[in-house]
């Protein structure tokens, strides 16, 4: 996992502004089962490609989702995006606010380890 300030920097009013927002929430919990393309997206989550695309963007910029290249049968390839939110939390205590975010890691031998630990 990936805490919060190992990653590109980005701010809780951006990730809570994220968040705030249904569609949004809804394309983290899609590809979080598996990466999808912007089309899948929009007929899964009933909104415009360019919707899509326009938080799609969004969470690119705040690193919460990342692009992958799948390929296909035709011989072409297709851009689809994968949820690299793990956890996101916010803790008051003693006075003060505190968060942290945790991403799953786009490192090659990372995702070797979690494949071979789920056989």
Do not use: N
């Amino acid at each position: 996992m990936i805490r919060e300030g190992e990653m590109a920097d980005v701010d809780l009013a951006t990730v809570v502004a994220l968040l705030d927002d249904e569609h949004v929430r809804s394309i983290l919990v899609a590809t979080s089962e598996t990466p999808r393309s912007a089309t899948e997206l929009a007929a899964r989550c009933e909104l415009s490609t360019s919707s899509i695309y326009r938080r799609l963007d969004r969470l690119t910029e705040a690193d919460l989702v990342g692009e992958r290249t799948r390929p296909r049968s035709d011989g072409h390839h297709e851009t689809v995006y994968a949820s690299r939110l793990d956890r996101f939390e916010v803790t008051i205590r003693d006075g003060e606010l505190s968060w942290e975010i945790e991403r799953e890691s786009d490192d090659v031998a990372d995702q070797l380890t979690r494949l071979w630990g789920k056989l």
